[in-house]
């Protein structure tokens, strides 16, 4: 099964790592975003980020920056993915826009060609009954930083069939990565704890109970967790941490999943983490 | 620009991220409270803080792993 050129919706966090990983891994890349300046910043990250990654892949893997970047195309039409083997969707997670984009791309990409919508929350199934291949449809839960997470959260949605998940593997493994397959339901299995587990956190710290770094600390101290619930938020994106928990609430009409007032206002503020500057944390 | 210059606009920068008093030989690394991102983000403060470019050479975690080693690094590019 060859991937000669892979479609990237979305030139935002993950869709930056993405194409810098799929382009190290010597794939052909197109990325789409409705925005060119979003494109152009995009690319800038991207080559600061190939640069850097030197500082842990020594030795004769290193290509240079150049023929790395020179993988990547850049666009905001989606006519240049009519020879795209793979895409992979990571716009914004709201269901008015995701809709939105697969009609677009079932109507331009080729008959073979699977969809994976890396999406943390909204269900592959709904996201498959809007195109014309279901069939062909899967989630993959990339994690973030997109280069350095070897594995990824696979959704199985109603329609998706045995050889789109063989096609699933496959790909990744030209990425170097590896799946846990699991099936369709809001959240999977990841993001249904995680964001449970960040909105309390954020609760804990609108109540007074601790600050921030004193939460994200029993979590790595006591828990031996790499990394805690906040600061992992401060990663992912406030915003991107309001949408999901927004899902989940609208998915299972439970209200265990009501959003923290706190975060709402920080999202609200413009305080989205590590990319804005500051969330739970400042950064620069 | 001295070296005490130099090693406490690197402290302060760490210093935001981190509740902790640094020594300047002391390894950011092995200290546990930093991740990949980190490193990362820290060639990028030293480049635009200083105005220098790393070049590929030198963009080792070695460089990056203490204040002391930050400051040589930094040293070197400006009198080059």
Same mark, same amino acid.
């Not at chain 1, 382009?23 to 052909?28: G, I, L, P, S």
């Not at chain 2, 002391?68 to 400006?78: F, G, M, P, Y």
């Given at each position: 099964?060859?991937?000669?050129?892979?479609?990237?919706?979305?030139?935002?966090?993950?869709?930056?790592?993405?194409?810098?990983?799929?382009?190290?891994?010597?794939?052909?890349?197109?990325?789409?975003?409705?925005?060119?300046?979003?494109?152009?910043?995009?690319? @800038?990250?991207?080559?600061?980020?190939?640069?850097?990654?030197?500082?842990?892949?020594?030795?004769?893997?290193?290509?240079?920056?150049?023929?790395?970047?020179?993988?990547?195309?850049?666009?905001?039409?989606?006519?240049?993915?009519?020879?795209?083997?793979?895409?992979?969707?990571?716009?914004?997670?709201?269901?008015?826009?995701?809709?939105?984009?697969?009609?677009?791309?079932?109507?331009?990409?080729?008959?073979?060609?699977?969809?994976?919508?890396?999406?943390?929350?909204?269900?592959?199934? @709904?996201?498959?009954?809007?195109?014309?291949?279901?069939?062909?449809?899967?989630?993959?839960?990339?994690?973030?930083?997109?280069?350095?997470?070897?594995?990824?959260?696979?959704?199985?949605?109603?329609?998706?069939?045995?050889?789109?998940?063989?096609?699933?593997?496959?790909?990744?493994?030209?990425?170097? @990565?590896?799946?846990?397959?699991?099936?369709?339901?809001?959240?999977?299995?990841?993001?249904?704890?995680?964001?449970?587990?960040?909105?309390?956190?954020?609760?804990?710290?609108?109540?007074?109970?601790?600050?921030?770094?004193?939460?994200?600390?029993?979590?790595?101290?006591?828990?031996?967790?790499?990394?805690?619930?906040?600061?992992?938020?401060?990663?992912?994106?406030?915003?991107?941490?309001?949408?999901?928990?927004?899902?989940?609430?609208?998915?299972?009409?439970?209200?265990?999943?009501?959003?923290?007032?706190?975060?709402?206002?920080?999202?609200?503020?413009?305080?989205?983490?590590?990319?804005?500057?500051?969330?739970?944390? @400042?950064?620069? | 620009?001295?070296?005490?210059?130099?090693?406490?606009?690197?402290?302060?920068?760490?210093?935001?991220?981190?509740?902790?008093?640094?020594?300047?030989?002391?390894?950011?690394?092995?200290?546990?409270?930093?991740?990949?991102?980190?490193?990362?983000?820290?060639?990028?403060?030293?480049?635009?803080?200083?105005?220098?470019?790393?070049?590929?050479?030198?963009?080792?975690?070695?460089?990056?792993?203490?204040?002391?080693?930050?400051?040589?690094?930094?040293?070197?590019?400006?009198?080059?």
């Amino acid at each position: 099964m060859e991937f000669k050129q892979v479609g990237v919706v979305g030139a935002g966090v993950m869709g930056i790592g993405l194409a810098q990983n799929l382009a190290q891994t010597k794939h052909q890349v197109i990325l789409l975003d409705i925005s060119q300046e979003v494109l152009d910043k995009a690319m @800038k990250t991207i080559k600061q980020n190939v640069r850097l990654s030197r500082l842990y892949n020594k030795g004769s893997g290193q290509e240079p920056v150049a023929d790395v970047m020179a993988r990547i195309t850049p666009t905001t039409d989606y006519a240049l993915f009519k020879n795209a083997d793979f895409v992979v969707e990571n716009a914004v997670e709201k269901w008015e826009i995701k809709k939105e984009i697969y009609p677009q791309l079932d109507a331009v990409c080729p008959e073979h060609c699977v969809f994976a919508a890396n999406t943390s929350c909204i269900s592959i199934t @709904k996201i498959a009954s809007v195109t014309d291949r279901a069939d062909r449809i899967l989630g993959m839960h990339f994690m973030n930083p997109v280069p350095m997470k070897p594995v990824v959260e696979a959704i199985r949605g109603y329609h998706t069939t045995e050889k789109t998940i063989e096609t699933a593997k496959a790909f990744l493994a030209g990425m170097d @990565k590896t799946c846990v397959v699991v099936n369709d339901m809001p959240g999977f299995v990841s993001n249904r704890v995680l964001m449970i587990t960040v909105n309390e956190a954020a609760y804990l710290v609108q109540d007074q109970v601790a600050p921030a770094a004193d939460v994200d600390e029993i979590f790595r101290s006591c828990f031996g967790h790499a990394m805690g619930p906040l600061e992992t938020a401060d990663l992912i994106g406030l915003d991107t941490i309001l949408y999901s928990i927004d899902v989940l609430y609208e998915s299972y009409n439970d209200s265990k999943y009501r959003p923290c007032p706190l975060l709402k206002k920080m999202v609200d503020a413009g305080l989205h983490g590590r990319k804005s500057g500051e969330g739970f944390y @400042k950064y620069n | 620009m001295s070296h005490k210059d130099i090693k406490t606009r690197i402290k302060a920068f760490i210093g935001k991220h981190f509740q902790y008093e640094l020594k300047p030989d002391e390894d950011i690394f092995s200290l546990g409270f930093v991740n990949s991102l980190f490193a990362m983000q820290l060639v990028t403060f030293v480049e635009s803080e200083f105005d220098i470019t790393v070049e590929d050479e030198d963009l080792e975690l070695d460089n990056f792993r203490t204040v002391n080693a930050i400051d040589s690094l930094v040293q070197k590019k400006l009198s080059g």
